[in-house]
């Protein structure tokens, strides 16, 4: 899932620089032909047309966004899939934010810390998933630009074998990428 | 593969006695506790008595006395002899009665001797009579021919021969022909792979690009069921052993947990279409059939008895996870696991009658076994690390399972009576999650 982190961030790079190549190729239009324009506004700051401006500024939004989301992860207690308050809160702010951020969807990854077993853990990685899922979708998020997938024990964030490498395992990680 | 070998096994013109003769010497596997015959495998002898056994090319004959000596290690009824608990010298004198000193190894407390007589074969390695001999009485357990053509068939005459043996003294050799799939680490990366019980014949099934786990064999051996977890997906994938393809197939919802096939042949899996993780059968296009259990909790890690009219799985109704048995007849489910928090892992004997699965104690997990028909539950497994995923022999004797017990996850073998834990050895890399299947 990393490398699809990464590589959204790529895409988005990809795009900005496609951006500013377009920016460049409009800057090399004559003064005079700019001058000659209609002056409806279709040119602004910096030669981009309020459309290309407009797809920066929510390409930025969304990189920010992106990271934001990803920042939080939320932590559960042992064998358990329950919503701490702190979670809500996390939650809560993650769902303003793909509200006000649009083209934006979400992937809930549900994971587990190695003490318990292989099958269960992919079962409670599922619940645990699904209840930041759920809450999302109380708090208005629209379900449908939203997925979940559990990893069980298979991905742990730390390595070791105690609770303080247990505690930050036993989480959920938040992928939101731009449609 | 055991087809392929062109193999020339005949039995020998020495006659056997009755195998249960009453007074004949049998081991009873699946009794309360069980009986240990001591066993001493004779260093091999040229048939002629003449040629040397240099004459065979290659080192086969020692190598084969070894894979036997190894092979019959894995059995927990068997205390292996060396050369040096043979009172006056290992040496047989003989490679059959009446010629073997038998005096010798019965003062030496042998209850089995094995000896092994070549003869070279021009354009192979050599044909080797194997006889397995009751040192009491002299009668011949079991008497075996094999022609040898290259090296590589040694370990099968080896596994061969035990398997007659075991099955002579036992009523039971499918130990020697069954194998057992599991999930080995690599990188990031799991994949299944699989192997004879002994370790033997190590053979990559996957190479796909993510997780795969919780592998299951179909009750004929000719399928696997294993869950593959991509970068967005849960697929289950079904591999072919006569074909050796893969089918990889989505399936509705987000989850799919712990396939198993069932006895009709059927693939039972958990799916969380409802928002939760319940146990559903699949028809033959993998289309979603009939739920074998609802609940409100999580319903996983389903297995059936050989009869087909019992599902053991875990379930979190309660609270905590626990094993629980489900007559598919009668709809009836009754809680198996009585003790403790965390019970998981289930898998039940073929005839049904007993229950193995992870017991949490202390933040580890150990097997324990549950008897359903006295409603008893012990402890099999001790020591440190973790013993977790235990999958039954076919034969209802052994149980293979993962363990931490010397460092990373490696796959174990012990049987219903709880005998020590002996390693099977599948090379570098963790390995975890054992499913044992027919050979």
């Known amino acids: 899932m990393k490398k699809l982190g990464v590589f959204g961030l790529i895409v988005l790079v990809f795009c900005l620089a496609m951006a500013g190549g377009c920016s460049k190729k409009v800057a090399s239009t004559p003064a005079g032909a700019t001058a000659a324009g209609s002056g409806d506004g279709s040119y602004g700051q910096g030669g981009l047309t309020a459309e290309q401006l407009e797809a920066q500024r929510l390409a930025e939004l969304q990189r920010q966004a992106i990271e934001k989301i990803a920042a939080d992860r939320i932590y559960f207690a042992f064998d358990s899939n329950e919503l701490s308050q702190e979670s809500r809160q996390i939650l809560t702010d993650k769902a303003e934010l793909l509200k006000s951020t649009p083209g934006l969807n979400l992937l809930i990854e549900g994971h587990c810390d190695e003490r318990g077993t292989n099958e269960y853990n992919l079962a409670l990685g599922e619940r645990r998933a699904r209840a930041a899922y759920e809450f999302l979708v109380l708090m208005g998020v629209d379900s449908s630009k939203m997925s979940i997938i559990s990893y069980g024990e298979e991905y742990p964030a730390v390595q070791g074998s105690n609770e303080a490498a247990w505690s930050k395992n036993r989480r959920d990680e938040f992928k939101a990428s731009a449609n | ?439």
Not at chain 2, 17 to 23: E, T
């Open chain 2, 1 to 439: 593969m055991i087809r392929k070998l062109s193999l020339l096994v005949m039995l020998l013109c020495v006659a056997a006695a009755p195998v249960w003769g009453a007074d004949v010497m049998s081991i009873d596997i699946y009794g309360p506790g069980q009986s240990r015959v001591n066993l001493f495998v004779a260093d091999p002898l040229s048939k002629d008595s003449v040629g040397p056994l240099g004459a065979i090319p290659g080192n086969a004959p020692l190598e084969l006395q070894q894979r036997i000596n190894a092979n019959c290690a894995f059995l927990p009824f068997f205390n292996m002899l060396g050369g040096r608990d043979i009172v006056g010298g290992p040496n047989p004198g003989g490679y059959v009665t009446p010629s073997i000193d038998l005096k010798k190894f019965q003062l030496s407390r042998a209850d089995v001797l094995v000896t092994a007589a070549w003869t070279p074969r021009p354009g192979g390695v050599g044909e080797v009579e194997l006889r397995a001999y009751e040192v009491y009485t002299g009668r011949l357990i079991v008497g075996k021919g094999y022609s040898v053509s290259t090296n590589q068939q040694v370990p099968e005459v080896a596994a061969r021969f035990c398997a007659d043996l075991m099955e002579a003294l036992t009523g039971q050799g499918d130990f020697f022909r069954s194998n057992i799939a599991f999930v080995k680490k690599e990188g990031n990366r799991k994949q299944i792979y699989m192997c004879t019980a002994q370790g033997l014949n190590l053979q990559k099934v996957t190479n796909l690009d993510g997780i795969c786990v919780s592998p299951s064999w179909s009750h004929d051996g000719q399928k696997l069921a294993f869950v593959f977890l991509d970068k967005q997906h849960h697929n289950l994938c079904v591999w072919d052993r006569q074909s050796r393809s893969l089918e990889k197939k989505r399936l509705p919802g987000n989850t799919l947990i712990a396939p198993a096939f069932t006895r009709s042949g059927s693939v039972a899996i958990s799916l969380d279409m409802s928002g939760n993780p319940e146990i559903y059968e699949l028809k033959p296009d993998f289309s979603v059939g009939r739920p074998l259990e609802q609940n409100w909790g999580i319903d996983v890690s389903p297995d059936f008895d050989r009869s087909g009219q019992k599902m053991v799985f875990v379930s979190n109704r309660l609270g905590n996870p626990h094993v629980f048995l489900k007559n598919l007849g009668s709809g009836e489910v009754k809680r198996v696991s009585m003790t403790g928090k965390y019970n998981t892992g289930p898998s039940i004997s073929p005839d049904g009658t007993q229950v193995v699965f992870a017991h949490m104690v202390n933040g580890v997990h150990k097997l324990f076994l549950a008897d359903l028909i006295s409603g008893q539950e012990r402890q099999l497994t001790f020591g440190g690390g973790s013993d977790e995923d235990p999958t039954w022999s076919p034969d209802g004797y052994f149980i293979a399972f993962s363990s931490s017990r010397s460092g990373p996850k490696q796959i174990y073998l012990t049987t219903k009576h709880g005998d020590e834990p002996i390693l099977i050895p599948t090379g570098p890399g963790e390995a975890s999650s054992p499913a044992w299947g027919k050979l």
